[in-house]
């Protein structure tokens, strides 16, 4: 079992950054593939970034240049670094884990553990 806990989110004015952190329990996270989603009202969850236990890492098209995500094993803590943000990125942001480390890992199905989520808004 485990347990993830978002932080980070808040209000920003476009072209402002955030860093999204999302702390794990457990003595195995660093075997876990980890991923950032994001979802609005009426649409589905989407992939932002993805982080393997390895380090290898997608990023979604959407955000490729702007965002980063990194992970620290020994915090038990990945990140999402956020840039240039615009009024597109506002959204729920859900951190996600598995720890089958087969398929590409870019789809909300994929993932079996989630956070709560956290509120990410951009004003123009």
């Known amino acids: 079992q485990v347990q993830l806990v978002e932080s980070g989110g808040g209000l920003v004015q476009a072209g402002g950054s955030l860093r999204l952190s999302c702390a794990a329990s457990g003595r195995t996270f660093s075997n876990y593939a980890m991923g950032w989603f994001r979802q609005v009202p009426g649409k589905e969850r989407d992939i932002v970034a993805r982080?393997?236990?390895?380090?290898?890492?997608y990023v979604a098209e959407s955000v490729k240049g702007r965002f980063t995500i990194s992970r620290d094993n020994a915090k038990n803590t990945v990140y999402l670094q956020m840039n240039s943000l615009k009024p597109d990125d506002t959204a729920t942001y859900y951190c996600?884990?598995?720890?089958?480390?087969?398929?590409?890992?870019?789809?909300?199905?994929?993932?079996?553990?989630w956070g709560q989520g956290t509120q990410v808004t951009v004003s123009s």
């Open positions: 996600a884990a598995d720890p089958d480390p087969r398929g590409p890992l870019i789809t909300y199905t994929e993932y079996r553990y």
């Open positions: 982080i393997r236990s390895g380090g290898s890492t």
